[in-house]
């Protein structure tokens, strides 16, 4: 897969119910997350430090760009934020993808919801770009 990539997705939050999370993550022996969550009918953005869940500003309109990258050369890792998909934010401090487990780390899209049944989200499109091997068509 490489030593550095970046991963992103946008994603479709207009059918979300409340207490509903989703988004874009790197999950392995730690796990850090950002995305959107829905609090009392009103979509914020949502952060995870390890276990640690944290709450920003409200977000408007029904869409949001999530972006993640690595850097397994320097175990420097960063998520981001964008209304735009041009201008990016970025949520947190920078990370180390850790391995554990029995596993490395993952990147992850995900939709939970603790509190009760239902809620949508749509992931328009999810890119990876990074610097390893792109294909092992023809070898054996």
């Known amino acids: 897969m490489g030593r550095t990539g970046v991963a992103s997705t946008e994603i479709d939050f207009s059918k979300m119910e409340n207490d509903q999370k989703a988004g874009l993550g790197v999950m392995g ?10 609090k009392n009918g009103k979509p914020c953005l949502y ?6 869940d944290s709450t920003a500003h409200e977000l408007s309109g029904n869409k949001a760009f999530l972006k993640v990258t690595l850097d397994l050369a320097t175990n420097k890792s960063q998520l981001y934020y964008s209304a ?8 947190g401090n920078t990370f180390e993808a850790t391995w ?3 596993k490395g780390s993952r990147l992850v899209l995900f ?10 989200v749509y992931f ?4 990876y770009q990074y610097d390893g091997p792109k294909s092992l068509k023809g070898k054996s």
């Open 84 to 91: 735009d998909d041009k201008t990016y934010v970025p949520v």
């Open 111 to 120: 939709s939970y919801n603790e509190q009760t049944d239902g809620g949508q």
């Open 100 to 102: 554990g487990n029995w």
């Open 29 to 38: 022996k730690t796990h850090y997350l950002v995305g959107v969550c829905k």
């Open 47 to 52: 952060y995870c430090n390890n276990g640690k």
């Open 124 to 127: 328009n499109w999810f890119k």
